[in-house]
């Protein structure tokens, strides 16, 4: 290992609790991790994410005028300026002209521009996300028939 690192990466598992000689650890779900080879990682739930991802959209403020819905959340900002948001989606009350996605909702137009490649990946990844989680219709569970004498 570096030499330089060394220092840094001892800081990091003496902050963490991790065996200090361990060469790997063991990424568990949970906020404490059950001994010193494992780090424990308690992440949002898919409904957290969407939450978080919701409160960037542009939203009407007629919406907003009749408590609707919130006002968009204004921009975090770092050292160099404002955090552009993971998803840009924006709304007018006309159709717009070169969408990814649009969809119409209380008179009003929400849509992901069709140039906007980093929102197009990440609601492509979302959808993606969804369709593996799907359940499958509500067929009933199979029959098995016994043959008895």
Not at 77 to 95: K, N, T
Request: hydrophobic letters at 45%; charged letters at 25%.
């Amino acid at each position: 290992m570096d030499p330089s690192l060394e220092a840094d990466v001892r800081a990091v598992r003496g902050l963490l609790g991790l065996d200090p000689v361990a060469r790997e650890f063991q990424v568990v779900y949970g906020s404490v991790a059950a001994n010193d080879k494992q780090i424990a990682i308690l992440s949002r739930s898919i409904l957290e994410i969407l939450v978080d991802l919701s409160s960037f959209i542009a939203v009407p403020e007629a919406h907003v005028a009749e408590r609707r819905v919130t006002p968009t959340a204004e921009a975090e900002v770092g050292p160099s300026g404002p955090f552009r948001p993971l998803i840009g989606i924006a709304s007018s009350p006309e159709r717009p002209a070169d969408a990814f996605l649009a969809v119409p909702y209380r008179g009003h137009w929400f849509w992901i521009d069709d140039r906007d490649m980093p929102s197009k990946r990440l609601f492509s990844f979302l959808f993606f996300i969804f369709t593996l989680v799907e359940t499958e219709g509500k067929e009933g569970a199979p029959i098995l028939t016994i043959p008895v004498q």
